[in-house]
């Protein structure tokens, strides 16, 4: 029977069950130079005690596609300090190359009124809706992550207790606030080589078309190339 099940859920749960294995997961203490930095939001506006927490991942990705995780948040609060959080990181962690959201309804609420923010506040984000097939269950998009795992392309800090439990009880959770988010960056993220080719050269070519799109608007809230 796995610690972690027992530990922290109290339930049956064998190590053969788990999406994916502890030994898995790596840990940093200091990110490397050069990350590009992207943001992913799973909204929630309940304040009850049993209902989810927003959750919000900010993710450096460096040269190789390597994801080291900086923030791992997660809080029940109302929608401005959902607002007030998401900019606290985006200028904390500048420049956020994007923002990812998917298309639900609670998302679109969000959005509108981030737009409304950056105007106010004079900080620009840019924002990627996430398509999201109604037709393939959360579990299996999360399953997703598997091979990066596997291959030690995610780090995190060993301060992230909340995510790390969450990783490694998939697919028994009570809660995926933090797994949820984490997912969505295979939608949004690129490398960091991307981003610092030779100046002659336009890298956007390397990147798939729904990436592109990203880029594009990053440059266009940027001023150009950079």
């Not at 530990?7 to 788990?18: C, D, K, P, R, V």
């Not at 997961?25 to 506006?45: N, S, W």
């Not at 105007?119 to 091979?147: E, G, H």
Request: glycine share 4%.
């Amino acid at each position: 029977e796995s610690v972690y099940a027992h530990q922290y859920l109290n339930i049956a749960f064998s190590s053969e069950e788990q999406t994916f294995k502890p030994e898995w997961v790596r840990f940093y203490d200091k990110p490397p130079e050069g990350l590009c930095h992207f943001m992913t939001v799973d909204p929630a506006i309940s304040l009850e005690q049993d209902a989810d927490s927003t959750g919000i991942i900010v993710n450096g990705c460096d040269w190789h596609h390597n994801w080291f995780i900086r923030e791992a948040y997660q809080k029940r609060m109302t929608p401005a300090e959902m607002l007030d959080r998401i900019f606290h990181f985006a200028q904390a962690y500048q420049p956020i190359y994007c923002l990812g959201l998917q298309k639900f309804h609670l998302e679109k609420f969000l959005k509108v009124n981030l737009e409304d923010e950056m105007k106010k506040r004079n900080i620009f984000i840019p924002i990627k809706d996430i398509p999201t097939d109604t037709r393939v269950s959360k579990d299996f998009r999360i399953r997703a992550l598997q091979p990066r795992f596997q291959n030690s392309q995610i780090w995190i800090k060993k301060e992230h207790k909340a995510l790390y439990d969450q990783i490694v009880m998939h697919p028994q959770l009570r809660h995926d606030d933090l797994i949820d988010p984490l997912q969505m960056m295979l939608g949004i993220t690129f490398p960091s080589d991307i981003l610092t080719e030779a100046p002659s050269q336009d890298p956007i070519h390397r990147l798939p078309l729904a990436q592109q799109e990203v880029w594009k608007e990053v440059r266009r809230l940027g001023g150009g190339r950079r």
